[in-house]
């Protein structure tokens, strides 16, 4: 199969022409599992009020083997989108790496049981360059590509089978200590290691997509400093383009994001950066309606709490939950739609 569908989807990009800045991702999407076997079969591809697909998968099921590119995942899912006239949304994510880095690259484990290779590593550099380089040189162009969520260092949380691509690293006292210790340079030197490299992988992206928005997705990366580090970071690449770079969020519910009083506002996840000054943001819900993690809420209930927000990443599943659909077509109009 992979040869006709490389060729077929070669065949479609040279009808394309990349735009020379793509908008931004707007209206409700559905996120898919990672790698989704079901691919072809999702119910989203025929529901009209679902403008976006995100497809999810690991470095490990596209680069096996060094040098060697396997982009059928992801090419299914773009000519999926293009005939149904949707966008998508595109992630790859190291917390799945392949063995050929694991057996060269340190592997990062947290005090939540999840890892990564250490992003700070000259290797590990390097080979992500590749592969981000090749997957722009490939989907950049591709006016229905409207969107990447970023790995750019992070373990993911403690709960999901998700894509890990969230900044959370060091959500712990004794992970920063650990941190500091490879780092050898004293107290939050560890934090100046993870910040530069998490940096260094973002530019790695505004290189690769000059045309294609790109998220970045704070958490937890050095608790000792929280949120002063994440801060830092977010307003740096929130400054690179301002055109093009925005934040992405997986935890959205009823109860996040939610007021600080300390604050006097509401700030975006894991920042103290004032929600209402985020532009082009993104969120994914934290669970699928039903979840416990959902806490009971219906989608509606969920998405009376969307401030700002212009896009939501929603399951599956959701739409055909009460009220899922008249919600979405609801957000779609409310963000112009």
Known sequence: MRKPLAIFFAIALGTLTAAAEKSFPRGTMVVLPVGDPDLSDEACWSDPNIVGVVLRTTWNDTEKTQGTFNWDFLDLGVL??????????????????????????????????????????????????????????????????????????????AVGTGSGIDCIFAPAASDCTALDAIAGGGTNSGNTLWSNACEALCTIYAKAFPNTPCFLQPGTNYV???????????????????????????????????????????????????????????????????????????????????????????????PATDPGEQTIINFNKSVGL
Request: hydrophobic fraction near 40%; aromatic fraction near 12%.
């Open 80 to 157: 999926l989108a293009q005939n149904n006239k949707k966008f998508v949304v595109l992630s790859i994510t190291a917390v799945r790496p392949p063995s050929w880095v694991t057996n060269v690259v340190k592997t990062w484990t947290n005090s939540l049981h999840k890892t990564c290779p250490y992003p700070w590593d000259s290797n590990l550099q390097s080979f992500w360059h590749a592969l981000i380089a090749a997957m722009g040189q490939r989907y950049d162009g591709v006016s229905c590509v409207h969107g990447v969520d970023m790995w750019v260092g992070g373990t993911g949380g």
């Open 224 to 318: 000792n400093l929280d949120p002063q580090s994440m801060d830092t970071v977010s307003t740096w690449w929130l400054n690179q383009r301002s055109s093009a770079n925005s934040l992405f969020n997986n935890g959205f519910s009823t109860r996040s994001p939610h007021y600080i009083k300390s604050l006097g506002y509401i700030p975006w996840p894991y920042t103290s950066l004032n929600i209402t000054t985020i532009g082009n943001g993104m969120f994914q819900t934290m669970a699928p309606i039903g979840n416990p993690q959902m806490n009971g809420a219906t989608l509606a209930e969920v998405f009376q709490n969307v401030q700002n927000i212009i896009a939501v990443q929603i399951y599956p599943t959701d």
